[in-house]
Structures are given as C-alpha cells and as structure tokens.
C-alpha cells in the first residue's frame, strides 16, 4: 500500500493544483447562487475524479488478470505512454500560456445552478484531457497493482480526497468564513487565470517526466 500512495501523491497533488477547477469554485463562490453551487461544484469534481479513476481500476484490473505473462512490461509501457501524452499535453499549455481569457462556460457560471455547478465539475474531472490523464494514470496505478479490492477502494479514496483537497478547501473555508476569505479569493482567481496555462503546462511536464521515469524503470 505505501508504495502505491507514493507514487499516486504526486499525480494527486497535479490534479489538486490544477488552476481551473479551482477559479471555477471561486467563480461559484462570488456568483448569484453562491454556496449552492459552489457545494454542486465540490460534489461533483469528487465524484468526477472517483469515478473516471474507478473505471479506469477496474480496466487495468480486468486486463492484469487476463493471462497476460508480462502485465508489468504491459503497464510500464502505458505509464510511458501517458508520461508522454502529458509531455504534449504541456506543450500545448505552454504555447497558450499568453492566452488570459477565460473560457466561455465560465462567463455563465452566474447563472449556474447546484445541479448545472454539479454537471460541470464531472466533467471538468472525468472528461477534460488534462485532468483524465492524471486520474488514468491512478487508475493504472492502483489497478495493475497486487493490492487487493479492499486495499484498491481505500487507495481510490485517498487519490480522490487528496486530488479533491483543493476545491474542497476553497469551497469548505468560504463557508466557515466568507466575508474574511472574499478578498484573498479574488486575488486568488485574478491570479490563476493570468497564470493557468503557465502552471499547468509546468504541472504536466512534472507528472509526464516522473510517468516516464517509472515506465522506463519499469522496462
């Protein structure tokens, strides 16, 4: 088990610092329905991450117990293959990182609902490119590992609640303190809009070095 939360933390902590959920969650916070859908958004980026991890558990699960004689050759070269797609993936970030405007859905998050905040959030989690690499990175951890079913839900659980942990936080302390953590939100949100793209493109190129490393290792 300690072996696998090692490596699952800093694919966590990539998903955690993502700047895009976490401006969408202030965005929800400053917006019309306030607390609502700021709590949808929460619920929903939880459930986005745990379930795309979870699919992708029960696949890689599904094909390390299907007869395969080299599964560890078989997932080292997925790890190697998803280091590289983030490569791309940061690439790409770093090329927009000039480009501070928002994208369109989040000039309506005035008008979202608990429900709608919920509907986005999974698929800010479950769908966007550069958050599902990360989950199925996880998820090819935790599966293709010899934890068994128990130890693999408690593993799904701890990746989803430490890559959670930032919407969460932002979310849980607006709501235990909202007129003392306004001002330090909106800085906040100003700031990691100017930045998103610079910080995720850094994000990737972290996470795709280390998927890389341990595929290659892994060889």
């Known amino acids: 088990m300690g072996s696998v939360l090692g490596e699952l933390l800093p694919l966590a902590v990539g998903v ?4 895009i959920p976490i401006v969408a969650a202030i965005l929800m916070i400053l917006s019309r329905n306030g607390s609502g859908a ?3 958004f929460a619920l929903g980026w939880v459930f986005g991450i745990a379930l795309a991890t979870t699919v992708v558990v029960l ?3 599904a094909a390390d117990g299907s007869g395969s004689r080299e599964p560890s050759a078989a997932v080292s070269w997925v790890k190697l293959a998803l280091g590289v797609l983030l490569l791309v993936v940061a690439a790409a970030q770093w090329r927009q990182r000039r480009d501070t405007d928002p994208p369109g859905w989040m000039r309506a998050i005035d008008e979202f609902t608990a429900v709608k905040a919920a509907g986005t959030a999974v698929v800010l989690a479950a769908v966007n490119p550069k958050n599902l690499l990360l989950c199925v990175s996880a998820g090819v951890t935790i599966g293709a590992s010899d934890l068994g079913t128990g130890g693999q839900v408690v593993a799904v659980l701890v990746f989803t609640a430490l890559a959670a942990a930032s919407v969460l936080g932002v979310v849980l302390g607006y709501l235990l303190a909202a ?3 306004r001002p330090a939100l909106d800085s906040a949100r100003v700031w990691l809009q100017a930045n998103n793209h610079a910080v995720m493109a850094i994000v990737l190129l972290l996470m795709g ?4 490393g341990k595929g290659i ?3």
């Open 16 to 19: 955690a610092i993502s700047p």
């Open 59 to 61: 696949i890689a699960g």
């Open 38 to 40: 700021a709590i949808g």
């Open 217 to 219: 290792g892994g060889l």
């Open 179 to 181: 007129q003392r953590l």
């Open 209 to 212: 070095a280390v998927l890389i």
